[in-house]
């Protein structure tokens, strides 16, 4: 069984930076893609990044040079770090993991607010 834990959302003003983390355990053999999605009120949950085993990666336009996503392996942590945050990336922020074994996390809110 897969579990994911996201850590690390909170408020921010628009500019800032944030750093989303996700510990994931269980069966590491459904890790082989990791990801961040988002959902917005009112919105379907989009992918913000993706980042395979062998470490490429792939990105939403909004996300291009704003966001980075990492993993490190050795300790089954995926990590997004955030900067120059807009408004409209206010969202609750959810770690994915798989195949074979799809599995979402609980999901961290990220409010960017003046």
């Known amino acids: 069984q897969v579990q994911l834990v996201e850590s690390g959302g909170g408020s921010v003003q628009p500019g800032g930076t944030l750093r989303l983390s996700c510990a994931a355990s269980g069966n590491i053999l459904s890790f082989n893609t990791m990801a961040w999605y988002r959902q917005a009120p009112g919105k379907q949950r989009e992918l913000v990044a993706q980042?395979?085993?062998?470490?490429?990666?792939t990105y939403a336009d909004f996300a291009k040079g704003r966001f980075t996503v990492s993993r490190d392996d050795a300790i089954t942590m995926l990590y997004l770090q955030m900067s120059s945050l807009k408004p409209e990336d206010t969202a609750v922020y959810y770690c994915y993991s798989g195949p074979p074994t799809i599995t979402w996390g609980q999901g961290t809110q990220v409010t960017v607010s003046s």
């Open positions: 980042i395979l085993r062998g470490g490429q990666t």
